[in-house]
């Protein structure tokens, strides 16, 4: 149980255009869910933190504005790179709580690789 | 903001043998969580071990166990009977007990060698 998936896997835009990464929880509704970027041999960086049915709040440093995310249902949430720089070549991870399990450990999505070109 | 301090940026262990993983943090929160992930070249991040600070015994989860000190604000991770399956990029977390937000430190890349 507790299974939380990202897809894609693997994207490569051209600079300039628009990627969208979907964070599902497959088996477990999740009213909170987390955005990470992580570069390499580094630690996971918190970009956001999205409540269903609300706007998300971002972390300092994070531009909201290119970084859009909509956690439109209790199972998805969606990240939108818009206007993608190479700069923005990260490997993105999303994470979501269940409540209903208790505790407050975070499942983690797979991971997406954003490549800008 | 909590800070989480991993000073061993790489360790090595002999396949077999125990290894042993540091971790303190800061907080002036007397309930909190704490956990250990493991992150392998796949980079799925998984859940090794949790510890809820009210609880005085330490976690274990079969070969993985904790050492959490509470008034050290310490809480390492003993790997026994080391396995080459456990090589991965290792990372200490703390939980707040009523929010959200994780506190991760930078992690220890664990190599085990044959």
């Known amino acids: 149980g507790a299974v939380v998936s990202q897809h894609p896997s693997r994207v490569i835009c051209k600079s300039g255009t628009s990627v969208k990464i979907e964070c599902r929880s497959l088996?477990?509704?999740?009213?909170?869910m987390f955005w990470y970027r992580q570069f390499p041999k580094q630690s996971l960086m918190l970009m956001a933190t999205?409540?269903?049915?609300?706007?998300?709040?971002?972390e300092q440093g994070v531009e909201k504005d290119k970084f859009l995310i909509n956690h439109a249902s209790l199972t998805l949430s969606t990240l939108t790179v818009t206007s993608a720089h190479p700069e923005d070549s990260s490997f993105y991870i999303c994470s979501a709580r269940d409540p209903q399990r208790g505790g407050y450990e975070q499942y983690f999505g797979p991971g997406t690789r954003l490549t800008v070109t | 903001a909590q800070t989480v301090t991993q000073s061993q940026p790489e360790m090595s262990v002999q396949e077999a043998e125990t290894v042993t993983l540091s971790c303190t943090y800061d907080?002036?929160?007397?309930?909190?969580?704490l956990f250990w992930y493991k992150q392998p070249p796949s980079r799925q991040m998984i859940l090794v071990i949790r510890?809820?600070?009210?609880?005085?015994q330490n976690a274990t989860e079969n070969r993985f166990s904790v050492n959490f000190q509470k008034a050290a604000k310490s809480f390492s991770l003993k790997i026994s009977d080391s396995q080459l399956g456990d090589a991965a990029m290792y990372f200490c977390?703390?939980?707040?007990?009523?929010?959200?937000?994780?506190?991760f430190g930078t992690g220890t890349s664990l190599t085990v060698i044959p």
């Open positions: 088996d477990f509704q999740a009213t909170t």
């Open positions: 907080t002036s929160e007397s309930d909190y969580y």
């Open positions: 999205s409540n269903e049915g609300s706007k998300a709040t971002y």
């Open positions: 977390a703390y939980a707040e007990w009523a929010g959200n937000q994780f506190y």
């Open positions: 510890q809820e600070a009210y609880k005085q």
